[in-house]
């Protein structure tokens, strides 16, 4: 299923001061979703790391906090609906473990804008897979769907068990 699209940024930290991605939301999008990931290694000069979400005029519509090496947050889905066709610009603020600790850092930004209702990207395939064996599954074009710059398809692969017994094995990657 076409669930939406991705853009993956890294980021360069010059240190203490703010970091900055800027996207623009699609007029398709229902949902929005921020990662931010570092090196774990890296994380133990952080005693904290904000993440917030404005819009063009500077109004915070969003936030989250980076409280390991990896965090996850959702942006409003009404601030969503009101930045169709506009702006949104993810800020990152690192807090230093140690005083005059700050020096540079990396991180990856994700930003992913979800449709309301996934489309689907192909006719189910049955697959035969022995226990500890693996499979390559095919995957199907996904439909047409206008992406803003940088942003590359994302989809959800579902697997269901033939018995109907256990859960889907579900997986959501970005096409290049």
Same mark, same amino acid.
């Given at each position: 299923?076409?669930?939406?699209?991705?853009?993956?940024?890294?980021?360069?930290?010059?240190?203490?001061?703010?970091?900055?991605?800027?996207?623009?939301?699609?007029?398709?999008?229902?949902?929005?979703?921020?990662?931010?990931?570092?090196?774990?290694?890296?994380?133990?000069?952080?005693?904290?790391?904000?993440?917030?979400?404005?819009?063009?005029?500077?109004?915070?519509?969003?936030?989250?906090? !980076?409280?390991? /090496? =990896?965090? +996850?947050?959702?942006?409003?889905?009404?601030?969503? #609906?009101?930045?169709?066709? @506009?702006? &949104?610009?993810?800020? !990152?603020?690192? /807090? =230093?473990? +140690?005083?005059?600790?700050?020096?540079?850092?990396? #991180?990856?930004?994700?930003? @992913?804008? &979800?449709?309301?209702?996934?489309?689907? /990207?192909?006719?189910?395939?049955?697959?035969?897979?022995?226990?500890?064996?693996?499979?390559?599954?095919?995957?199907?074009?996904?439909?047409?769907?206008?992406?803003?710059?940088?942003?590359?398809?994302?989809?959800?692969?579902?697997?269901?068990?033939?018995?109907?017994?256990?859960?889907?094995?579900?997986?959501?990657?970005?096409?290049?």
């Amino acid at each position: 299923m076409l669930i939406g699209a991705e853009r993956s940024v890294a980021v360069a930290g010059r240190g203490a001061p703010a970091e900055s991605v800027t996207v623009r939301v699609p007029d398709w999008a229902g949902q929005a979703t921020v990662d931010v990931e570092m090196a774990r290694e890296q994380w133990d000069d952080f005693t904290d790391f904000g993440v917030t979400d404005f819009d063009s005029s500077g109004q915070q519509v969003g936030q989250g906090a !980076l409280n390991y /090496a =990896f965090g +996850r947050h959702a942006v409003d889905a009404r601030a969503t #609906a009101a930045l169709k066709g @506009r702006p &949104l610009t993810v800020e !990152l603020f690192p /807090a =230093f473990a +140690r005083y005059n600790g700050a020096h540079p850092w990396r #991180a990856t930004v994700r930003v @992913r804008f &979800l449709l309301a209702q996934p489309r689907a /990207a192909g006719a189910g395939t049955d697959v035969r897979v022995v226990p500890g064996g693996r499979a390559v599954i095919p995957v199907g074009r996904p439909p047409e769907l206008a992406f803003p710059e940088g942003f590359t398809p994302l989809i959800e692969v579902r697997i269901h068990p033939s018995d109907g017994v256990g859960v889907d094995a579900v997986r959501r990657l970005p096409l290049p």
